[in-house]
Structure formats: structure tokens, C-alpha cells
């Protein structure tokens, strides 16, 4: 079955630092992955997606991610964060149904980024 | 042009009460998408819908869920007798299709059943 791990709930850093947020998934299929951010009482946005291709990706907002196949690794970066990026983190791999052709998230429990002046 | 809406954006119910939840989705998405995010379960995948039929109705937690989507556009979630491990935050929603496309999301109806 397919999983996503973030080990870290939460990763305090100070302004203007470099950041990881960790992501494991496990999944005994192609893979699409994505990263979500989730601002205090609002919903989530995209900020970036894996589908194939460059396994780098950039996103908005200054973050990217490497897609690392071996280490079933989809670690998001950041190297230098702002009080503004202080927010809920969401790691997800869309999987496929088995009812039919379409794919569903499975995401992480989240890591709960917070940037200090 | 317009995100995914959802309303109530919050809603406090008594305990055994039915609610509704409503979600209308960015125009010409045609799947659609109900996720839960609760403390200590994170978020969990419900419904989903292509067009106004739900072939994977896998994550509904029992059958005082339902849900519904008309004219392949605005979908209602019904809990009914509502109970106070419902409360949580629920999201919608849409894409595309129902292929790996990303999904956009509305803001949530966090539901509090007292």
C-alpha cells in the first residue's frame, strides 16, 4: 500500500535560514508526488508537483524538491525562509484507484514549519 | 478566475443533528474530491467524483456519510446524527480530470458537533 512519511511535525529555524522538510513515500507504483502548503485557517495550496521529467522541481514562493527514486525521498527545500513562510506543510502521493482510472491523494501527517526573527 | 468555494465556512452542531456541507468547484473541473482533516488522523480521503457519479466512495467512514453532485458541479456532503467525533475540518476538491492532475482546494468547513 501505497504511504507518505513526514518524521519531522515540526521544524522551528530562524529568518533567513535554509530549511528541509523531510518526505519518505512507499509505493509500489509510478509515483506523483506533491508538496501542499496550509496557512492558519485557510485551505491548501499548491506549491509544487512531481509528475516526471527533471527531478528537480521549483515552486512557488522561492521552495523546491528532489525527487530522489532510490531513497523514495521527495525532500522540500527553502534556502532562505521568511516569518511569512510560518505554516502547515503537506507532503502527498497521488495514487491510482482500483475501481477505476483516477487518482487520489494520500498525504503526510504534516510538518508544521515556524520561522522565528 | 474563482477558486473552489465551500460553505458553511463554519459550522456547530448539536450531537445526532444531520448537516450538510456544501463545495462548488472551479468551472470545467470535472472531478471532485471531499477530504477530512481531523486531529490525530490527518487528512483522509472520503469521496471522490468524476462528473455526478462517485465511483470510489472507499473513505466514507460509515454510512451516516453521503454525498452527492448535481449537473457535474456543486457537490453536497450530508453527515447525518452527527456525532462529536465528526468534528473536523472538511475540504474539497477539484481537477481537471481524474488523472494525476493536481487538485485545488477550497478553504474548508470546520464542523463542530457539540
Known amino acids: 500500500a501505497q504511504s507518505v512519511t513526514q518524521l519531522d511535525s515540526q521544524v522551528p529555524v530562524f529568518e533567513e535560514a535554509p530549511v528541509e522538510l523531510r518526505c519518505n513515500y512507499s509505493s509500489s507504483v509510478s509515483v506523483y508526488l506533491f508538496w501542499y502548503v496550509q496557512y492558519p485557517n485557510q485551505g491548501l495550496q499548491l506549491l509544487l508537483k512531481y509528475l516526471s521529467g527533471s527531478t528537480l522541481v521549483k515552486g512557488i514562493n522561492g521552495f523546491e524538491a528532489e525527487f530522489n527514486k532510490s531513497q523514495t525521498s521527495f525532500h522540500l527545500r527553502k534556502p532562505s525562509v521568511h516569518i511569512s513562510d510560518t505554516a502547515e506543510y503537506f507532503c502527498?502521493?497521488?495514487?491510482?484507484?482500483?475501481?477505476?482510472?483516477?487518482?487520489?491523494?494520500?498525504f503526510g501527517s504534516g510538518t508544521r514549519l515556524l520561522v522565528r526573527p | 478566475g474563482a477558486g473552489v468555494s465551500q460553505s458553511p465556512s463554519n459550522k456547530v452542531t448539536e450531537k445526532g443533528k444531520d448537516v450538510e456541507l456544501r463545495c462548488d468547484p472551479i468551472s470545467g473541473h470535472t472531478a471532485l474530491y471531499w477530504y477530512r482533516q481531523s486531529l490525530g488522523q490527518g487528512l483522509e480521503f472520503l469521496i471522490y467524483f468524476q462528473g455526478n457519479s462517485a465511483p470510489d466512495k472507499s473513505g466514507l467512514p460509515s454510512d451516516r456519510f453521503s454525498a452527492e453532485r448535481t449537473g457535474g458541479s456543486v457537490s453536497t456532503l450530508t453527515i447525518q446524527r452527527t456525532q462529536q467525533e465528526d468534528s473536523a475540518v472538511y475540504l474539497c476538491a477539484s481537477s481537471l480530470g481524474a488523472g494525476a492532475y493536481e487538485q485545488y482546494f477550497g478553504p474548508g468547513t470546520r464542523l463542530t458537533v457539540t
Open positions: 502527498a502521493v497521488s495514487v491510482p484507484s482500483v475501481v477505476d482510472s483516477s487518482y487520489k491523494l494520500i
